[in-house]
């Protein structure tokens, strides 16, 4: 069975960090792309972050660029966001989402996998 299972979310002041973790089971995601959306109340789903896990290939929201990181773990079945210097934009119930691809897919729809989603939350 193929699951997503997102934590790490929580409270965090402004300029604060948080890591995300999203881990992986029933398959392996050496040929998928990874991607976390986030959504906030009574805004649309924005794809934040984007990994190509066939070639490390990343891609960031113009919003979170220089702010946030994805990455892999060294047990492969998992991948995080780093997100640093944390502003009140960026509270949102934030998803990890899979597809098998060679390439990076923007479009939520794309996605076949999601996880059920964690809270991040700003304030001082």
């Known amino acids: 069975q193929v699951q997503l299972v997102e934590s790490g979310g929580g409270l965090v002041q402004p300029g604060g960090s948080l890591r995300l973790s999203c881990v992986a089971s029933?398959?392996?995601?050496?040929?998928?792309?990874i991607a976390w959306f986030r959504q906030a109340p009574g805004k649309e789903r924005e794809g934040v972050s984007f990994?190509?896990?066939?070639?490390?290939?990343?891609s960031y929201a113009d919003s979170v660029k220089g702010r946030f990181t994805v990455s892999r773990g060294n047990g492969k079945n998992t991948i995080y966001l780093q997100m640093n210097n944390l502003k009140p934009e960026d509270p949102a119930v934030y998803y990890c989402?899979?597809?098998?691809?060679?390439?990076?897919?923007?479009?939520?729809?794309?996605?076949?996998?999601w996880g059920q989603g964690t809270q991040v939350t700003v304030s001082a």
């Open positions: 989402a899979a597809v098998f691809s060679s390439f990076i897919q923007f479009p939520d729809w794309a996605y076949d996998y």
């Open positions: 029933g398959f392996t995601l050496d040929t998928y792309v």
């Open positions: 990994l190509s896990l066939i070639d490390g290939e990343t």
